[in-house]
């Protein structure tokens, strides 16, 4: 009966997101005049989510907890409807992914849609609502970052910042060697941000009782084991999850990308 009531909650916690997805398509539907404070998807994508709810709460004259609820589903609304465009735009020219390519996507949407609704159930303290909203912008990121590589050669999808983790015990020692006087210190490598990323996220798993580290690991397979997925994407899935599992009242080491 125990085993019942976590697998209740994960699957209302499902639902949950799955509203909040249908929402977001309604939303874009009727123009979220009211959210959008007069202004256009591309007057608005011109800024980061961080500086749109900054300027909402301003302008709105309400507190940061409350305008990330509101305005973190309107930024992702018009976040995804660029993505549809680029997806049409592609379907158009014949350059888009081929349909098992977009099959598997899906799969992987899924999968990562499973893991987010159990993290932040499982994350101590679970996530507060301001966490819960930004989940479910920091999401629109992969599938746009899909399409986004499909453009041409040229194009890349939203890459990773160049530095690691801050405050973490994980971080390479190369981080805190001396650089040469005069010199600038390196840039961490591709490979010492991923194994700092990695190193994080076991911390934040290690952290849970068993029953919730055992259950997590096995949604992240999911996500990461059985899909066609670069090095940017798997980088940017760690970044993800590790912003599910940190409380939410402490600063993000992975904010929200864009």
């Given at each position: 009966m125990s085993t019942?009531?976590?697998?209740?909650?994960?699957?209302?916690?499902?639902?949950?997101?799955?509203?909040?997805?249908?929402?977001?398509?309604?939303?874009?539907?009727?123009?979220?005049?009211?959210?959008?404070?007069?202004l256009?998807?591309?007057?608005?994508?011109?800024?980061?989510?961080?500086?749109?709810?900054?300027?909402?709460?301003?302008?709105r004259k309400t507190d940061l907890t409350s305008s990330t609820v509101r305005a973190a589903p309107a930024y992702g609304a018009c976040y995804q409807a660029r993505t549809d465009d680029l997806a049409q735009a592609?379907?158009?020219?014949?350059?888009?992914?081929?349909?098992?390519?977009?099959?598997?996507?899906?799969?992987?949407?899924?999968?990562?849609?499973?893991?987010t609704a159990k993290a932040l159930m499982d994350a101590e303290p679970p996530a507060d609502p301001p966490k819960q909203a930004l989940a479910l912008l920091y999401?629109?990121?992969?599938?746009?970052?899909?399409?986004?590589?499909?453009?041409?050669?040229?194009?890349?999808?939203?890459?990773?910042?160049?530095?690691?983790?801050?405050?973490?015990?994980s971080t390479p020692a190369a981080k805190n060697a001396q650089p040469a006087a005069g010199n600038p210190p390196p840039a961490p490598s591709d490979a010492d941000q991923m194994?700092?990323?990695?190193?994080?996220?076991?911390?934040?798993?290690?952290?849970?009782?068993?029953?919730?580290?055992?259950e997590l690991h096995g949604a992240f397979g999911e996500v990461l084991g059985l899909h066609v997925l670069d090095e940017a994407m798997r980088f940017a899935v760690y970044r993800y999850a590790?912003?599910?599992?940190?409380?939410?009242?402490?600063?993000?080491?992975y904010p929200p990308p864009f």
């Open positions: 019942d009531r976590p697998q209740g909650r994960v699957l209302l916690i499902l639902s949950l997101l799955a509203m909040a997805g249908s929402g977001f398509a309604q939303s874009r539907a009727q123009g979220r005049a009211a959210d959008r404070l007069g256009t998807c591309a007057q608005i994508l011109k800024m980061s989510s961080t500086q749109w709810i900054a300027y909402f709460s301003e302008t592609l379907l158009r020219s014949g350059k888009g992914p081929s349909k098992a390519m977009r099959t598997d996507f899906a799969a992987f949407e899924a999968a990562l849609k499973d893991f999401q629109d990121q992969f599938r746009y970052q899909f399409y986004q590589g499909y453009q041409g050669k040229n194009a890349k999808g939203p890459s990773a910042p160049k530095t690691p983790l801050t405050g973490s015990s194994t700092t990323a990695k190193n994080r996220f076991g911390e934040l798993l290690g952290a849970l009782p068993e029953a919730k580290l055992h590790i912003f599910l599992l940190e409380p939410s009242k402490e600063e993000s080491s």
